[in-house]
């Protein structure tokens, strides 16, 4: 068994010899050069089965092939052109300055686009919302409008319904950026003789 | 003549549509990508208001569009119509609200039914184009404030000031008589 694969190897070598040879011969007519003459040289086909084996690998592992190197100093100007670019025609890193301050907080936003500090604001409530909302209706049938009531705001409805739309609960308070009016606080309940609080008109 | 009546037939979109449509290469082709897009619409009459990618947003508008127009113009005892909203809504208590809801809501509009604002990108990202699509007349917070308002706190204290000179200027005038 152990005698077949080394006989088998052994044939293997003897071909990637000879065609490293034709190789060679190809690439330099008058002779290989003095780096490749350890893959380049010529094996004797009668020569024992472990000599050769060892010495093409061992050759091979020691020194290898050489690929494609520098062949000369790149200059200090060429190599900074290769790094940053031409100096006149290369974009530079510049602060981007094409930004609007939001007339509401002040955060900067691009023009053109939502401020994101608001948002952000406007999703977190708007996602509390949807969900509420979406509870609401469950399965059934969307037959009416929905109209949002915060915690802390009082409507007295015995079907759950406010001028015709219904209501779904939103269990956070109401923001007080979103209201009608800005001189009524909108997020605050009166005593509680006062039985009807009105939400205020929306959107 | 001929192209007069068809051109009738089906509602006009009100926004501007790709000549070409969006493939959205997808494992299951053009089906695939029907089914995706079915999502995002049934998730856009469900919430009434989504963020979504630029191209997949701006692709869902105008089949969302198309959808409450023809519900605002045939109504609910249309075959095709019921069909059309039965394919686009996946989830079935929306068709309710869609005829119920939305078509009574936009009756009277003369602009879109939709509204497309594009969302902040946020540093460092994907810098895909994020958007928010949202149906108009939602109950939520507006994203977009208007350019300026009577309700403003400076509108408001200027108002007062000059009602203020007014009645001075009032009473100087009665004394001096
Ligand atoms: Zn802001």
Redesign the pocket.
Known sequence: MMARLVEHLCSELRLLAGAVDTLAWTLWPKGPPPMMAAAALPVPVQYNVEQISGSLLEDLKEEGFLWAVPKSRRSRERRLTRKFGLENKHKKMLPYRKLLT??????V?EPGRL?????GENKKITQAMQEAMVTMQGLNPVEYEAVPVFKGEKVNTGDGFHEGKRIFEVPTERPKWFSNRLTVKSNVTTSSDTTVVKPTNLA | MNQAEIRKLIPAVRVAINAKHRKFSNPKGPEGRLTMLRKTVTELVKLERVELNYQRGDEARGYAERLIAMAIKHGDRHIPTMEMANYWLTEKQLVHKLFKVLAVRYKDHTESYTKLHKAPNIYPGFYRERVVLELKGNPFPPLEKKNSSHNWIHNILLEEAHQDYIRKKLKEGERSN
């Open positions: 939001c007339d509401d907080c002040g955060h936003h401020c994101p500090n608001c948002y």
